[in-house]
């Protein structure tokens, strides 16, 4: 008796897993997906393809042609990129050469002394010039800093084109923005 009543808990067992797992069939428990993101979801290789979705959902390439002006924007992105780097150091090296060695110290004796009443024009018109310069670089390190990202995020498609795509525009910007440096 004790043998027929463990089968026939055995049997409830087996009806109740049997009737989850038609359910788990029957009402898929998983969203549908686009074929593009189906096949591009969780791969973690480069590879040649004409489909990607770069950045934002709207930036989705279903085409050679699309892939290619893809390229040549992720390039021209890399260009600006080295571009904005030449253009900070260029800033910081005019800035640092405008301002008159006696002027810097100057400026700095009168920070230390915190005596803002007996300000002279020359030192307020330095530090407007300083304060405008930092100010400026600021804002091309974040625009730096927002395209570096957008860069990054490109190449996480894993699509071997745009990879390609942001070493050639580093290294075409590099060689275009690099001289710029000593022309000072």
């Not at 038609?22 to 791969?43: A, D, G, N, T, Y």
């Amino acid at each position: 008796m004790a043998l027929l009543a463990l089968k026939s808990s055995d049997l409830i067992f087996l009806g109740l897993y049997k009737r989850l797992v038609e359910s788990i069939r029957k009402h898929s428990f998983h969203c549908p997906k686009p074929p593009v993101m189906q096949s591009l979801l969780f791969q973690m290789h480069f590879i040649f393809s004409d489909e990607v979705v770069l950045l934002f959902d709207f930036w989705s390439v279903h085409s050679p042609a699309g892939v290619a002006l893809s390229v040549l924007v992720v390039l021209l992105l890399a260009v600006l990129y080295e571009g904005i780097k030449v253009g900070k150091a260029r800033l910081l090296h005019q800035a640092l050469t405008s301002l008159s060695i006696s002027t810097s110290q100057q400026l700095i004796e009168e920070t230390d002394q915190n005596s803002s009443s007996s300000d002279s024009p020359q030192v307020s018109r330095t530090r407007l010039r300083w304060f405008l310069c930092h100010f400026s670089q600021s804002l091309l390190h974040v625009a730096q800093v927002v395209i570096g990202y957008f860069m990054m995020l490109a190449v996480m498609s894993y699509n071997t084109w745009i990879f390609f795509g942001v070493v050639l525009g580093s290294g075409v910007g590099y060689y275009l923005a690099y001289p710029l440096l000593s022309m000072t």
